[in-house]
């Protein structure tokens, strides 16, 4: 067992950053391979909370090499404030090693995240607004910032002056916003260089040589299948891939050295921003559900959406990523309720279906059918093992397992790392 990836199977926040964590002890390398600082991972390691937006969140073990792989576009400001951070609280974060081919987020591609979504009015995308999709669509248009470019003065000032040359007219014209200078956008990079030069490495060979080692890779997920840019709900998802085989792309190991993809999903569903969530629940039910949970955004603070788990989708994410295990996360939030719904069809236009439409018109249409489950009132944030559970919570996960036709491995019930339920090892 080598190559571990661990991605979101619903639309974010399922609570990767506590299984990649538990997994931490056991693995040698933890990559990033997609998004940016769009993500948020929130930890909680002997009672202190640690929020991530950018470094593997596995940086908190001092046993693992944390990587930030080509397929992640890096705001260094960010970079360097979160390690700074870690290091004033004894975490030595500047181990970490960032690939030579990765894509910078300038100011200019936060600049234009904000406008154009400004600009789309009501059918905007509801982005983080960190830059992330402009970044991408710079790397997409081959007029992008690789970190090995800011080791290159002249080259450097040039890519910034041709990213530039359209924009500007595009500010100036169509967003009435003024110019801005590629001079200051250079030396603002270029200031960055000398911090960065001792962490970048070829971190596709080094996590080759390591697989080659026998040393255990993990890859981490961020956003989530259903903000994938192929297979999520087109065009409300993010600019990159965050399935499992991103992971693939976006740290340059080959699909043969994936081992085991772990999916992780809540035992409810949210979702922030905007776009189609058929068992959104707009009630005192869905706004229960989000204050039980604490659903608001580790990067953005936004209120997330909130519904009952929805295993129509899982169930793709299931398929597309050919998961061998799922790890349920935040199952304590459902105690107390007298029923647990679960969604197990849509409803569209008076057509069932058992499986996500295969249109999006038809998944905006979609109405969720519900079966109906037995909920418990026990405390359940002090179960280990599977048996602690109560009756009812064991009866709930085991019809998980079977909607979703993959075996649950582990299970979260309260957000500290030990408040874990574990039932197949996971390495
Ligand atoms: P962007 O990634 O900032 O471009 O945002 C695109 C969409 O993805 C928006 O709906 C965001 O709310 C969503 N999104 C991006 N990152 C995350 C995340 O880490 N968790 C949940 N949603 C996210």
């Given at each position: 067992m080598a190559g571990i990836v661990i991605i979101g199977t619903q639309w974010g926040d399922e609570g990767k950053g506590k299984a990649t964590d538990q997994l931490g002890e056991s693995v040698d390398y933890v990559v990033r391979y997609s998004g940016g600082n769009n993500a948020g991972h929130t930890i909680v390691v002997n009672g202190e909370t640690y929020a991530l937006h950018l470094l593997p969140s596995a940086v908190l073990n001092k046993n693992v090499i944390p990587v930030i792989g080509n397929g992640v576009v890096i705001d260094l400001g960010v970079l360097y404030e979160e390690i700074d951070g870690l290091?004033?609280?004894?975490?030595?974060?500047?181990?970490?090693?960032?690939?030579?081919?990765?894509?910078?987020?300038?100011?200019?591609?936060?600049?234009?995240?904000?406008?154009?979504?400004?600009?789309?009015?009501?059918?905007?995308?509801?982005?983080?607004?960190?830059?992330?999709?402009?970044?991408?669509?710079?790397?997409?248009?081959?007029v992008g910032i690789r970190v090995q470019d800011l080791f290159d003065e002249s080259i450097l000032r040039k890519k910034v002056e041709a990213s530039l040359e359209q924009k500007n007219a595009l500010l100036h014209k169509v967003y009435n916003r003024p110019a801005i200078s590629p001079e200051e956008v250079s030396d603002e990079?270029?200031?960055?260089?000398?911090?960065?030069?001792?962490?970048?490495?070829?971190?596709?060979?080094?996590?080759?040589?390591?697989?080659?080692?026998?040393?255990?890779?993990?890859?981490?997920?961020?956003?989530?299948?259903?903000?994938?840019?192929?297979?999520?709900?087109?065009?409300?998802?993010?600019?990159?891939?965050?399935?499992?085989?991103?992971?693939?792309i976006g740290s340059g190991v080959g699909p043969t050295r994936i081992d085991r993809v772990i999916g992780i999903a809540k035992a409810y569903t949210t979702r922030v921003?905007?776009?189609?969530?058929?068992?959104?629940?707009?009630?005192?039910?869905?706004?229960?559900?989000?204050?039980?949970?604490?659903?608001?955004?580790?990067?953005?603070?936004?209120?997330?959406?909130?519904?009952?788990?929805?295993?129509?989708?899982?169930?793709?994410?299931?398929?597309?990523?050919?998961?061998?295990?799922?790890?349920?996360t935040k199952l304590?939030?459902?105690?107390?309720?007298?029923?647990?719904?679960?969604?197990?069809?849509?409803?569209v236009l008076g057509v069932r279906h058992d499986t996500m439409p295969v249109s999006q018109s038809d998944f905006h249409h979609a109405r969720p059918i519900y079966e109906y489950m037995e909920g418990w009132s026990e405390d359940i944030s002090t179960a280990r093992s599977f048996t602690d559970l109560p009756e009812a919570a064991q009866v709930y996960v085991k019809r998980l397992e079977e909607l979703v036709g993959v075996r649950i491995s582990g299970i979260g019930v309260g957000p500290g790392r030990e408040q874990t339920v574990m039932i197949h090892d996971l390495l």
């Amino acid at each position: 067992m080598a190559g571990i990836v661990i991605i979101g199977t619903q639309w974010g926040d399922e609570g990767k950053g506590k299984a990649t964590d538990q997994l931490g002890e056991s693995v040698d390398y933890v990559v990033r391979y997609s998004g940016g600082n769009n993500a948020g991972h929130t930890i909680v390691v002997n009672g202190e909370t640690y929020a991530l937006h950018l470094l593997p969140s596995a940086v908190l073990n001092k046993n693992v090499i944390p990587v930030i792989g080509n397929g992640v576009v890096i705001d260094l400001g960010v970079l360097y404030e979160e390690i700074d951070g870690l290091l004033a609280r004894g975490i030595p974060a500047d181990r970490v090693l960032v690939s030579s081919n990765a894509h910078i987020i300038t100011g200019y591609h936060r600049v234009i995240d904000k406008v154009t979504e400004k600009f789309l009015g009501k059918r905007k995308i509801g982005t983080t607004g960190r830059g992330v999709g402009p970044a991408y669509a710079d790397k997409v248009n081959r007029v992008g910032i690789r970190v090995q470019d800011l080791f290159d003065e002249s080259i450097l000032r040039k890519k910034v002056e041709a990213s530039l040359e359209q924009k500007n007219a595009l500010l100036h014209k169509v967003y009435n916003r003024p110019a801005i200078s590629p001079e200051e956008v250079s030396d603002e990079l270029l200031s960055y260089a000398e911090r960065l030069r001792p962490l970048m490495a070829d971190t596709s060979k080094v996590l080759n040589d390591g697989l080659d080692a026998g040393k255990v890779v993990l890859f981490e997920g961020a956003q989530a299948h259903h903000l994938d840019v192929d297979f999520g709900t087109y065009p409300y998802v993010t600019s990159s891939s965050p399935i499992a085989a991103g992971a693939c792309i976006g740290s340059g190991v080959g699909p043969t050295r994936i081992d085991r993809v772990i999916g992780i999903a809540k035992a409810y569903t949210t979702r922030v921003g905007e776009g189609p969530f058929p068992g959104e629940l707009l009630d005192e039910v869905g706004e229960k559900l989000r204050s039980d949970g604490g659903e608001f955004g580790t990067t953005t603070g936004r209120p997330r959406r909130c519904g009952w788990f929805d295993a129509l989708v899982v169930q793709q994410a299931a398929r597309v990523n050919a998961l061998t295990d799922l790890f349920l996360t935040k199952l304590d939030v459902l105690t107390g309720w007298e029923q647990i719904p679960i969604v197990v069809a849509y409803d569209v236009l008076g057509v069932r279906h058992d499986t996500m439409p295969v249109s999006q018109s038809d998944f905006h249409h979609a109405r969720p059918i519900y079966e109906y489950m037995e909920g418990w009132s026990e405390d359940i944030s002090t179960a280990r093992s599977f048996t602690d559970l109560p009756e009812a919570a064991q009866v709930y996960v085991k019809r998980l397992e079977e909607l979703v036709g993959v075996r649950i491995s582990g299970i979260g019930v309260g957000p500290g790392r030990e408040q874990t339920v574990m039932i197949h090892d996971l390495l």
